[in-house]
């Protein structure tokens, strides 16, 4: 396993990182997974001897319960890995049991801690932003967070590049802690966060951890055109989240030669690729099986070579959008021709 630092920290993460979102199959997340308390054993065991020290929930997933049973799978090695999980979601009827406003917070984290069963959490991201909240009541709640020491790092999820770089600003104007990371969907079928996501996490040394690395499925190896995956798939149940299929259709055809080449599946290329991205801090699996984990794990070993990246650039490469081809145009003679 190879380790990278989390942003700007001196917090080192596991390039793959684990995440409990199919724990407990409550309600609406019965689509998503039913693992109990054996299976989430089993998968968070496998993930420690493999490596990996860094696990992720939040406590929407399953109402509470993923934060639950990783808590109790993790806590034999508690001091030995990375904790994160999120706030924002709805947590119960009423009117504020949701958002990003003070009270919803400090609620939710104190609720949080007790179902994990630790008195820290080492990452705390924002689920999303919430137009109903002012930016500095969010941040200024964040931050007395990690000055009780309840909170280690801070981080977000789902911000537009306009909303994280306000809050960047504003916490640094105050002096207040910061958004070390980025939680975003990305993947060989969708590139979308390279326009103006990427460059922003670049500037601002903030850490992009991956959410559904294979696009809920799609990208498993089991979708092609003339088949639309196994019956049962957490695609039939759950299309999420939204895929350009003839676009993601192309690039599975690439990584199926490519699988062949390597001797691997369609998945993990499809990871391997993300690995590979300089601007990735983690990967996030979310195996259902011990099989799928397995094979996930496999991805942090497969070095794809420079022309079987370039292959899968090209094809999965983002259409001109201004103003990024403005920008390409005006730029391109400003550094001289490498040697």
């Not at 700007?8 to 109990?36: D, H, N, Y």
């Not at 080492?122 to 909170?151: C, F, M, N, S, W």
Request: net charge neutral; charged share 25%.
């Amino acid at each position: 396993m190879h380790y990278r630092p989390l942003g700007r920290t001196g917090l080192f993460v596991s390039e793959l990182c684990f995440g409990a979102m199919t724990f407990g199959g409550e309600g609406f997340w019965k689509a998503i997974g039913q693992q109990g308390q054996a299976e989430a054993d089993k998968l968070v065991g496998r993930c420690l001897d493999a490596g990996i020290n860094f696990f992720d929930t939040a406590n929407v997933y399953s109402n509470g319960l993923s934060e639950e049973l990783l808590g109790k799978a993790l806590a034999p090695k508690r001091s030995q890995v990375v904790l994160a999980t999120k706030v924002r979601g709805r947590m119960g009827p009423g009117m504020n049991e949701v958002g990003l406003s003070r009270y919803h917070i400090l609620d939710s984290v104190h609720a949080s801690l007790k179902r994990l069963g630790t008195d820290h959490i080492d990452l705390l991201q924002i689920h999303g932003y919430d137009v109903a909240t002012p930016l500095d009541e969010t941040l200024r709640a964040l931050d007395d967070l990690v000055r009780e020491g309840k909170v280690r790092y801070l981080g977000a999820s789902n911000l537009a590049a306009w909303q994280l770089m306000k809050a960047l600003g504003l916490s640094d104007s105050r002096n207040q802690a910061r958004f070390e990371s980025l939680q975003a969907y990305y993947s060989i079928a969708g590139r979308d966060l390279e326009r103006e996501v990427v460059p922003l996490l670049k500037d601002q040394n903030v850490g992009l951890m991956v959410w559904s690395p294979l696009a809920g499925g799609f990208l498993s190896g089991k979708f092609r055109r003339d088949s639309q995956g196994p019956e049962g798939s957490r695609r039939a149940a759950f299309d999420f989240p939204p895929v350009d299929r003839e676009r993601a259709y192309n690039a599975i055809d690439v990584m199926d030669v490519i699988a062949k080449e390597q001797n691997a599946s369609v998945a993990r290329v499809a990871l391997a690729w993300l690995l590979h991205q300089p601007h990735v801090t983690t990967v996030i699996l979310g195996a259902k099986t011990e099989a799928q984990l397995e094979d996930n794990l496999a991805a942090s070993e497969l070095r794809l070579t420079p022309a079987q990246l370039e292959k899968l650039d090209a094809v999965s490469k983002l259409p001109p959008e201004y103003p990024g081809w403005m920008v390409e145009r005006q730029n391109a003679d400003r550094f001289p021709p490498a040697r």
